[in-house]
């Protein structure tokens, strides 16, 4: 069962436009988080959110966290062809024996031609 | 500060062999999490370990085997290695359990078998 959807799957763009990728669930998270992975490599840590309806910048990218804390979304803004690559979030479940799992989503593969 | 390694980068192993993976967690942190990767999808938690001890476990076969050590690095084994086993395995370290649960991963290990 996959507990976090991510849409779009993938997305394929021109330099300059901008770009929403959602991640949803039916199931309250402690904390989430997004990251980025290039090819061949681990992903690399972009932002965690922990409180609803949090909204966190990191230069051209916003991260928001919904109020109910079961969804998420990535918002770039001008995106660039470095921005290319496989956008993932993941969910850390509340409730009795949270032992810091990760609920990966099934990733957002982005493509951002010059 | 030492980011999270792993070794080896590749393998290619035949089915019914045995493989062990290392990681090396970033400096100061005590918890390692591991998690597999197939192609085109979001890693999957395997299992985690704080303080040497295994503190949670993913939908995975026994074959799958865990330990940590005492300077927190940790070795995932997988026996009686199946087609489907191949992909890329992650390891992930944290500063804790809990908490924000954000961690921190390394750049994969990656297993084919034949």
């Known amino acids: 069962t996959q507990l976090l959807e991510q849409s779009p799957q993938f997305l394929s763009i021109q330099e300059g436009e901008n770009l929403t990728v959602y991640c949803n669930s039916s199931s309250v998270f402690s904390s989430l988080q997004w990251y980025r992975q290039e090819p061949g490599e681990g992903p690399v840590l972009l932002v965690t959110v922990v409180t609803g309806g949090e909204v966190k910048k990191l230069k051209r990218l916003t991260f928001q966290f919904g109020d109910a804390r079961k969804d998420s979304s990535l918002h770039i803004t001008a995106a660039q062809p470095g921005d290319t690559g496989l956008y993932l979030c993941a969910g850390a479940k509340v409730g009795s024996g949270n032992t810091g799992k990760l609920i990966f989503g099934q990733g957002t593969t982005l493509q951002v031609k010059p | 500060e030492t980011g999270v390694t792993q070794s080896p980068t590749h393998l290619i192993k035949t089915r019914g062999q045995q493989v062990t993976l290392r990681c090396s967690s970033q400096?100061?942190?005590?918890?390692v999490s591991w998690y597999q990767q197939a192609l085109g999808q979001g890693p999957q938690f395997i299992f985690q370990?704080?303080?040497?001890?295994?503190?949670g476990r993913g939908n995975f076969p026994p074959r799958f085997s865990g330990l940590q050590f005492p300077n927190y690095s940790s070795e995932l084994n997988v026996n009686a290695l199946e087609l489907d086993d191949s992909a890329l395995y992650l390891c992930?370290?944290?500063?804790?359990?809990?908490?924000?649960?954000?961690?921190?991963f390394g750049p994969g290990t990656r297993l084919t078998v034949l």
């Open positions: 370990y704080y303080r040497e001890e295994e503190n």
């Open positions: 400096s100061g942190h005590n918890t």
């Open positions: 992930a370290s944290s500063l804790d359990v809990g908490g924000t649960n954000e961690q921190f």
